[in-house]
C-alpha cells in the first residue's frame, strides 16, 4: 500500500504526525505500507512556487492513496489565485479524478454534549454527506471579470453538470445508501437553477436502477435548515459540489467538532485521497491545541474505501472511541468533565489503545 502523505500547511504537520504514528503502529503489526511525504499547499509554494509541484502531483498519481494535512494561511492570501493554496486542493482532485467526497457526520455518544444542538436532536446522528468535487460552478467555464454594455466591471462563474457526472455521483450516491439506511435525499435548487433541474432529472432517472432505495429531493435552503432542525431524519445526501461544500461544514458541528470529522474523495476505482473536514487553523498552529482524530479517522477511512481493510479500520475506529469515553479531550471539544489533551498527547491515546 503505497501512501503519498502531504502534511500542507498550518496545523496540518501537527496532525499528520500523529496520523503517522498510527500508521507506524499498523506497519510494525504487518500492514504493507510504504509512505512517503511531499510539499503541498502554501508549503508546496514556498519550496517550488506553486501549490502542488510536479514531484508532489507525480508522487499522489503513483501512490494507492493520498494523506492530506490542511492547507491554506494568511500570508498566502495575497498570492495570485492559481498560487495560492487552495489552487493545489482543487488542482489534485481535478487531475486525480476524485469527484466523490464522502463526509460522514457521526456523532460519538460520548460528545453529545459537545453539539451546540439540543441532545435529543442529534444523539445518535449518523448522516453520510457525498458531495461531488469535481465538477459545478467550482470549475465551470467560462469564469472571470468583463465590462459589460454599460461599462460597469463584473465577476461571472459558470454553473454546470454534465450528464455522466450527475449519473456517476448519483450512483456512489444510491451504492452508499444501499449499504445504509436506503434513503438517499438529492439536494438541489430545481426551483432557480437550470443545472439543477438538469440534476433532478438525471438523478430520478438513475434511480429507476435502485428500486430498494427510497429517493427524495430538498431544495438546499430547506435542507440547511432541515440539517439544524431534524438532522436525523437523513440517512445519505447526495448534493453538488457548492451546496456540498456549505451544508458538510454545517453538519459538522451537528457533531460537537469540526475537528473530528475525516472525509475521502475518490475516484471511479476508489483510488482516495482523504483529509480531515477542517483546515489549517493558522490561529493555533504550534500551540499543541490541535484535534488529531479527524486526520486519525481519515485513515480508518482509507483502509476501509482503498484498501479494503475493514479489520484495521475498526481498529482505529474502536480506539478512537475508547479514547473518548476515557473523557480525554482536546481544546476545540466545549464539554465539561473531561481531561484536557494536547495534539500529540491525543495520538499517543490513541496509539495505546490500537
Ligand atoms: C473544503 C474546502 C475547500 C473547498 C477549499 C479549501 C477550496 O472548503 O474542502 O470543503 O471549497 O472545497
Ligand atoms: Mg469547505
Redesign the pocket.
Known amino acids: 500500500m503505497k501512501i503519498a502523505v502531504l502534511a500542507g500547511d498550518g496545523i496540518g504537520p501537527e496532525i499528520i504526525a500523529e496520523a503517522m504514528k498510527v500508521l507506524q503502529a499498523l506497519a510494525s503489526d504487518g500492514l504493507k505500507l510504504e509512505l512517503e511525504q511531499a510539499p503541498f499547499g502554501g508549503a508546496g509554494y514556498d519550496a517550488h512556487g506553486d501549490p502542488l509541484p510536479e514531484a508532489t502531483l507525480r508522487l499522489a498519481k503513483a501512490a494507492d492513496a493520498v494523506l492530506c494535512g490542511a492547507?491554506?494561511g494568511p500570508q498566502y492570501d495575497v498570492l495570485p489565485r492559481a498560487q495560492r493554496?487552495?489552487q493545489g486542493?482543487?488542482r489534485i482532485?481535478k487531475e486525480l479524478g476524485l469527484f466523490a467526497?464522502l463526509r460522514p457526520a457521526v456523532l460519538f455518544p460520548e460528545l453529545v454534549g459537545a453539539s451546540t444542538l439540543k441532545p435529543e436532536i442529534v444523539s445518535g446522528l449518523d448522516v453520510m454527506i457525498i458531495?461531488e468535487?469535481t465538477g459545478d460552478i467550482?470549475f465551470g467555464e467560462p469564469r472571470g471579470r468583463r465590462v459589460n454594455a454599460r461599462q460597469e466591471r463584473e465577476g461571472f462563474d459558470t454553473m454546470l453538470y454534465s450528464e455522466p457526472e450527475i449519473r456517476r455521483i448519483a450512483r456512489v450516491g444510491f451504492t452508499t445508501a444501499m449499504k445504509r439506511g436506503r434513503k438517499l435525499c438529492s439536494v438541489d435548487k430545481e426551483n432557480v437553477l437550470e443545472t439543477s433541474r438538469f440534476w433532478r432529472e438525471v438523478v430520478t432517472d438513475v434511480a429507476k436502477d435502485y428500486p430498494q432505495v427510497t429517493l427524495t429531493h430538498m431544495y438546499v435552503d430547506n435542507a440547511a435548515m432541515q440539517l439544524v432542525r431534524a438532522p436525523k431524519q437523513f440517512d445519505v445526501i447526495v448534493t453538488g459540489?457548492?451546496f456540498g461544500?456549505i451544508l458538510?461544514?454545517e453538519a459538522s458541528m451537528l457533531t460537537g467538532s469540526i475537528g473530528m470529522l475525516p472525509?475521502a474523495s475518490l475516484d471511479e476505482r476508489s483510488k482516495g485521497l482523504y483529509?480531515p473536514?477542517h483546515?489549517s487553523a493558522p490561529d493555533i498552529v504550534g500551540k499543541n491545541l490541535a484535534n488529531p482524530l479527524a486526520t486519525i479517522l481519515s485513515l480508518a477511512m482509507m483502509l476501509r474505501y482503498t484498501f479494503n481493510q475493514d479489520e484495521a479500520a475498526k481498529r482505529i475506529e474502536d480506539a478512537v472511541k475508547r479514547v473518548l469515553a476515557q473523557g480525554l479531550r482536546t481544546a476545540d471539544i466545549q464539554e465539561g468533565g473531561a481531561r484536557k489533551v494536547g495534539t500529540a498527547e491525543m495520538g499517543d491515546a490513541v496509539l495505546a489503545e490500537l
Open positions: 492547507v491554506g493554496p487552495e486542493i482543487l482532485r467526497n458531495r468535487l467550482y459540489n457548492m461544500d458538510s461544514d472525509s483529509e473536514v483546515g
